[in-house]
């Protein structure tokens, strides 16, 4: 079930839960392995499916949000302080931002105010082990917009085969492939 951002659970973002995401996020090795293929193309698809400029697989850490896989930037990181995936991982829900520079939260940011001129955000958070939030799923886009409910739905999902192909990578990494 996707809930709205007025139904958002706020997790724990106190310092002793920061810290054990944080761990969490270290000891996964994603901030450390190279990039995956699968997720470049995920990001390519959501792009094309959602028709925004930007699709983006990111990690939260603690200074840096760092692009785990990309379309439409060839960026690979920002810091945390302008990064909009900050406020998604403390949520459980898809953030949508309609128009960045309408929202109080949003406005003054960098990469609102300037190059890249963000003015419609979306992210789903990346729930990974324990109900740990390593980063998010996101689409970014310089023009205005809403989703559906049918797309947020989607943007849900789409972070859930994110995590899902993370969690194999992991597996084939630790266990070596398999044949069955």
């Known amino acids: 079930m996707v809930l709205s951002t007025r139904e958002r659970v706020v997790l724990d973002v106190t310092d002793q839960g920061e810290a054990h995401r944080l761990h969490i996020l ?13 997720l470049d193309e995920l990001c ?3 792009r094309s499916y959602f028709d925004v400029e930007v699709a983006l697989v990111t ?26 995936c900050d406020h998604t991982i403390r ?15 949003f406005a003054a940011n960098p990469l609102v105010a ?7 955000y979306a992210g789903a958070p990346l729930i990974y082990l324990d109900g740990v ?3 998010s799923f996101c689409l970014i886009d310089s023009r ?12 849900a999902l789409t972070a859930e085969r994110v995590v899902g192909a993370i969690l194999e990578q992991q597996y084939e990494r630790r266990f070596g492939a398999t044949t069955v």
């Open 59 to 84: 990690l939260v850490d603690a200074d840096r949000q760092v692009f785990k896989a990309a379309a439409g930037t060839d960026l690979r990181e920002t810091s945390r302080t302008v990064a909009f």
């Open 91 to 105: 949520g459980d829900a898809v953030l949508v931002v309609p128009d960045a520079t309408r929202d109080p939260r």
């Open 44 to 46: 390519e698809r959501a």
């Open 133 to 135: 939030r390593l980063g």
């Open 114 to 120: 300037g190059a890249p001129y963000i003015r419609f």
């Open 26 to 38: 270290r000891e996964s090795g994603l901030l450390d392995d190279g990039p995956l293929p699968e």
């Open 144 to 155: 205005p917009r809403q989703l559906s409910s049918v797309e947020e739905a989607d943007m």
